[in-house]
């Protein structure tokens, strides 16, 4: 009220609040949809998420779901962590110290082996850059029953079940929400079956080349053999019914 007349209005609302977001990390390309929940969400239309971190300072409007969720989608951003605030008129902003994760680009740049026989319980490796501790991977559109984070540049992927055969795409993905562009193919063959070995006896100082006979033997990256519990040799493929591989040392102790 100015001298008497109502000119305009001003609402009080309690303070917003940010209790915790997720995912918790993107891609510093942007365009990852993160939940926000906390405290009086109002039905503000100028509701906006503010990313904040080295000396970069970057609004983008918030989509109210309720008084306690709100969605909003990550900017391009440097690599690096940023702060997370929310406003509902662009002046006042929540001090929460929330944080989000920029990451560095993720890429798939080798998946081995490069073939696996179709059915239960298959594992295989990726190989890349900037993977995190709790990456997940997908092979076509299938989700891996468990992840193992090796390092920055390796994970284990395994699947209780791989669907059908055929070539299929593996990505992975640092939040479960964006996947990796960038993809290597990984081949769900028919069960192969060995039929026979010759000779069938060595020393246990190993090096005894043994021919492999069988069906459905698929040509590919990281084809091994394995003598009952040591580690696996590499094998050479001859044919779809033909592998050779040299036996290695064995303890008898």
Known sequence: V???KAIGSFVYGNPLKINYV???????????????????????????????????SVMVPAKRISD???????????????TIEVTENGV?????????????????????PAVVPSG?????????????????????N???????????????????????????GVRVSSNAQDFTESSGSL?????????SVQPAIGTVQGGTLVSVRGNGFMRGDGLMCRFGNTIPVAATWYSEELLTCASRAYSVA
């Open 2 to 4: 100015v001298s008497g």
């Open 22 to 56: 997720s995912p918790a990390n993107g891609p510093k390309d942007g365009g990852t949809t993160i939940v926000v929940n906390g405290e009086n969400f109002g039905s503000s239309i100028s509701l906006s998420c503010r990313f904040a971190g080295s000396g970069i």
């Open 68 to 82: 306690k969720l709100l969605n909003c989608t990550s900017p391009q951003h440097e690599a690096g962590l940023s």
């Open 92 to 112: 006042d902003f929540t001090n929460d110290a929330l944080t989000f994760l920029f990451l560095e680009t993720v890429s798939v740049e080798a998946v081995q």
């Open 120 to 140: 239960s319980n298959i594992a295989f490796r990726i190989v890349g850059q900037n993977f995190l501790p709790g990456t997940s991977c997908m092979l076509s």
């Open 142 to 168: 299938i989700t891996a029953s468990y992840t193992t984070w090796i390092s920055s540049n390796e994970v284990v992927c395994v699947f209780a079940e791989v669907g059908d055969t055929g070539n299929g």
């Open 187 to 195: 081949l769900v063959a028919d069960v192969w079956t060995v039929t």
